[in-house]
């Protein structure tokens, strides 16, 4: 039998790792060498408890399970069980598989345990690299069975959403097919738009107002009109171009700084009348315009743009202004003249009357006479046929000219007046005017009137001799009468023609003296004017010598007249038609009734009167001049004294002539005129 010590050599030549512990402390009392390298440890550990001898296995069960077996007596074993172990001064798991045998004696105690071990890391090792491969395998094979179905479900979500697509597709071309139409039916607004747009810029390119739209601060020029270029003197290029550049000559004029000012405040501005001095064809011009500087602000409330407005009123207001001026030079020309201006509304007979009106009638300067002080004003043998011709003037448009004695009462001097008036051309009667002048002619009428007195003196003083030359040439003829000296006979004959026409000449101014002192009065008498006529033929044939006298008369024609007078006019009128026309013509006197008045006229084949000369005929010593009437002898008081005459006896007296084809003069009278 093998002793202790040689059991013990042979087990320490054992592959397999044994060791040999005793007590419940597990004491080391044998190990071979390969227990010893599965510890990491050397034979030093031999003796010593275990937890001290591999203190790495404190916290892990074998110390444990061999205190177990040693009490126990029962053995232990076990599989691939992880140990940590420092080997190499490195902790590391190994796997053993293990028995703790306990030796036990007669008793049952247990003697020592008996541990074997294998190490079965590598084998557990690769257990563990092929379990991992088969679990990682089974892992992948779940996660591409996940996949898979992760991938069948998109696939399902994608043909959901093939469908989905394709539905959406055809809404999508609904959406199109419904866009398109709307694109038709925008396009078709926006021609709309375009067509009513261009309508409002024609309106605007060819509206009577300026009008232009500055943009920005610069004031670019967006857009201008015709009337606006025109008004610049500029051409549609400065379209686009900041306005100071445009029209440069606005820079040092106000327009710029009042448009930024506009612009910086958003308030409209608006200018009256307003003078700006523009060039146009090259000439520097001045313009005058009603405008306004109107701002637009865009979305976010800022201004953007402003709008110009003008109405160009240049005319207007130079027209006005030479009106001014012509108004001045008359207000200047009536005060140096010292003429009183006034007029009177013919619907109210309202007279508004200046300052020197006033005084020129003897009247305050601060009282407004009303018409019917002015009237009372009138000499009262002038008021009547001065109320009448301003009547007339008011109602038949008569041109007033007339001159009129005033006073103004008792202590103040009479004054003499011409009135002078004119109905102004206005449609609407009732804001008619009759405007004129009153002028004071006091100076000239006395004047005339010393004048007057004088020449009706001389007259008179002339009308005795001459009376007497006339009886005494009468008394030749008769003497002569029975004579046959023919030489004798004709210059008597003369004689009496020079006398006759001395005679009607004297008569003549005496009569215009009379008249224009007022002293000329009618003496009505009932007397046949055929008579008359025919009674003025045969005085006045000596002097119509030579003409051929064709005379038509009603048989009787009785009025009632100054039959003097009315034989003064006739006589007037034929020695006129005689001396105004060639010798052998012929001249026609006709007189005949009328409804309520008798006409006389007549007619000759003279030199005619020229229509301007027409008018004035009838005037105070107006003579006709031309080389024909020179060498006539008048002091064209005749007509005007005829005039006269037929005036008071409220009738009428006309011309009609044509030079070179001779003139018809012509009166008429009421049958009954009252004295
Ligand atoms: P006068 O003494 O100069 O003839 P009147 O008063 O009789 O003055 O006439 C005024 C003017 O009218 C005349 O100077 C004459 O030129 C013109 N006149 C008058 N009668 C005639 C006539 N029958 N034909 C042409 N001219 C006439």
């Not at 306005?243 to 506009?262: K, N, S, Y």
């Not at 009667?429 to 001389?458: A, C, P, Q, W």
Request: aromatic share 6%.
């Amino acid at each position: 039998m093998l002793n202790t010590e040689r059991l013990l050599e042979i087990l320490a030549f054992s592959d397999q790792a044994t060791a040999i512990y005793t007590g419940e402390n597990v004491i080391i009392e044998w190990a071979n060498d390969a227990m010893i390298a599965f510890w990491g440890k050397d034979r030093g550990v031999i003796g010593q408890p275990m937890e001290q001898a591999v203190p790495e296995l404190r916290g892990q069960p074998f110390i444990g399970m061999l205190r177990d077996v040693w009490l126990s007596g029962k053995t232990c074993s076990g599989t691939e069980a992880a140990a940590q172990l420092r080997v190499n001064g490195v902790l590391r798991t190994f796997y053993y598989d293990f028995e703790y045998r306990a030796m036990l004696d007669d008793n049952g105690s247990t003697i020592c345990i008996l541990h074997t071990a294998d190490d079965v890391t590598e084998r557990v090792m690769n257990r563990k690299i092929i379990e991992e491969a088969g679990r990682r395998e089974s892992d992948l094979r779940m996660q591409v069975t996940e996949i898979n179905k992760e991938l069948e479900q998109t696939n399902n979500e994608l043909r959901n959403a093939n469908h989905f697509l394709a539905l959406s597709n055809t809404e999508l071309a609904d959406i199109n097919r419904e866009m398109v139409d709307t694109q038709l039916v925008l396009n078709r607004s926006l021609i709309e738009q375009a067509k009513s747009e261009a309508r409002i810029r024609f309106m605007l390119a060819d509206a009577p107002m300026a009008i232009s739209i500055f943009a920005g601060r610069d004031m670019v020029v967006e857009t201008a009109n015709k009337a606006v270029l025109a008004a610049w003197g500029k051409t549609g290029k400065v379209v686009g171009l900041p306005l100071r550049e445009a029209v440069p000559e606005l820079v040092g004029q106000p327009f710029l700084d009042i448009l930024d000012q506009v612009f910086t405040t958003g308030k409209p501005y608006y200018g009256n009348e307003v003078r700006a001095e523009l060039i146009q064809d090259g000439v520097r011009t001045e313009v005058y315009s009603n405008f306004v500087y109107q701002p637009f602000r865009d979305e976010t409330g800022e201004v953007s743009h402003i709008m110009l407005i003008a109405n160009i009123i240049t005319d207007e207001v130079l027209a006005r202004k030479q009106l001014e001026r012509a108004e001045e030079d008359l207000r200047m020309a009536t005060n140096a003249a010292e003429l009183g201006t006034w007029y009177l509304e013919t619907g109210n007979f309202h007279l508004v009357a200046s300052p020197r009106f006033r005084s020129i009638i003897g009247l305050d300067e601060h009282t407004s006479p009303a018409y019917e002080d002015l009237i009372q004003l009138v000499h009262d043998d002038y008021r009547d046929i001065v109320s009448s011709q301003i009547d007339a003037a008011v109602h038949m448009q008569a041109a007033l000219d007339t001159e009129f004695p005033v006073s103004a009462g008792e202590g103040t001097r009479n004054r003499w007046v011409r009135l002078v008036g004119k109905l102004d051309a206005l449609n609407d009667t009732r804001y008619r005017r009759l405007s004129g002048i009153i002028h004071d002619v006091t100076e000239r009428k006395l004047d005339e009137l010393r004048k007057n007195d004088f020449i009706g003196m001389v007259s008179h003083e002339l009308k005795t001799p001459l009376t007497s030359i006339k009886a005494y040439v009468q008394v030749l003829q008769n003497k002569m009468r029975g004579n046959d000296d023919p030489l004798l006979t004709s210059i008597l004959e003369k004689a009496d023609i020079q006398i006759r026409k001395m005679t009607a000449m004297i008569n003549g101014f005496l009569n215009m003296s009379r008249l224009e002192s007022g002293k000329i009065h009618l003496h009505v008498t009932r007397f046949d004017l055929s008579q008359l006529v025919s009674d003025v033929i045969d005085e006045t044939r000596v002097v119509l010598s030579g003409h051929a006298i064709d005379f038509r008369c009603d048989d009787e024609l009785p009025v009632n007249a100054d039959r003097e007078k009315i034989g003064s006019v006739i006589s007037n009128l034929l020695s006129n038609a005689a001396k105004y026309s060639g010798n052998e013509t012929t001249i026609e006197v006709r007189c005949h009734l009328t409804e309520h008045e008798a006409e006389v006229s007549v007619r000759d084949q003279g030199i005619g009167i020229r229509k301007h000369d027409l008018e004035k005929l009838f005037d105070r010593y107006y003579r006709v001049e031309n080389k024909a009437s020179d060498t006539i002898s008048g002091f064209g008081i005749g007509l005007y004294l005829s005039a006269e005459i037929i005036r008071r006896h409220n009738g009428a007296i006309h011309v009609e002539s044509e030079p070179g084809q001779g003139s018809r003069f012509a009166f008429s009278i009421p049958l009954n005129v009252k004295e």
